[in-house]
């Protein structure tokens, strides 16, 4: 199975800031990262697909980038509903797998 | 619009069994794959088990091979989960979640609201 490493698990933040959440696959799959957003109760939200490509109605302020095994998803300017826990998966390969999570916390 | 809608679940004792549902509408059911995602209290997510858009491939986790079993009705437009030989380690919230895909990369694009599985004697 393909292991999803995550970093920070949590960082702290405030409105306006940029953030950027990286994600490391344990072997190369190409772009095919995917970034979702989950709030406490909530189901996930998918926000990037493809690495790069922004989701239907996501705000412009989130961003993805990367190939092959290092991601990063970039919020260039915090917003209050923008506080949440942030997931990387990979669907390259069978099982798809998630990262661990990043909370991003005021 | 595009609905999943998980039931189903509730409290069950260790070694017993439960069946999730999960109902769609908004969409043409049988053209796509769904998956069902779980989430233990306070962890991250999981993946559980992928069902193709006819029924004909089925993949599982390997957590619950074996004790699992997915499954999809077409022609009412549900997918259900059957869970045997239940542990703690299965306590969790499930969501049903469909796949698409553009260029290739497939992705959740819709999920459920979520059904807990509380599984304590």
């Known amino acids: 199975d393909i292991q999803m490493t995550q970093s920070p698990s949590s960082l702290s933040a405030a409105v306006g800031d940029r953030v950027t959440i990286t994600c490391r696959a344990s072997?190369?799959?190409?772009?095919?990262l995917n970034w979702y957003q989950q709030k406490p109760g909530k189901a996930p939200k998918l926000l990037i697909y493809?690495?790069?490509t922004l989701y239907t109605g996501v705000p412009s302020r989130f961003s993805g980038s990367g190939s092959g095994i290092d991601f990063t998803l970039t919020i260039s300017s915090l917003q209050p509903e923008d506080f949440a826990s942030y997931y990387c998966?990979?669907?390259?390969?069978?099982?798809?797998?998630f990262g661990q999570g990043t909370k991003v916390e005021i | 619009q595009v609905q999943l809608v998980e039931s189903g679940g509730g409290v069950v004792q260790p070694g017993r069994s439960l069946r999730l549902s999960c109902g769609a509408s908004?969409?043409?059911?049988?053209?796509?794959?769904i998956h069902w995602v779980r989430q233990a209290p306070g962890k991250g997510l999981e993946w559980v088990a992928l069902?193709?858009?006819?029924?004909?491939?089925?993949y599982y986790a390997d957590s619950v091979k074996g004790r699992f079993t997915i499954s999809r009705d077409n022609s009412k437009n549900t997918l259900s989960l059957q869970m045997n030989s239940l542990g703690a380690e299965d306590t969790a919230v499930y969501y049903c979640?469909?796949?698409?895909?553009?260029?290739?990369?497939?992705?959740?694009?819709?999920w459920g609201q979520g059904a807990l599985v509380t599984v304590s004697s």
């Open positions: 998966q990979q669907s390259d390969n069978t099982p798809v797998t």
């Open positions: 069902i193709w858009y006819d029924g004909s491939k089925k």
């Open positions: 979640a469909r796949e698409s895909q553009q260029w290739g990369v497939t992705f959740f694009d819709y």
């Open positions: 072997q190369s799959i190409s772009t095919y």
């Open positions: 493809d690495a790069s």
């Open positions: 908004g969409f043409t059911f049988n053209k796509y794959g």
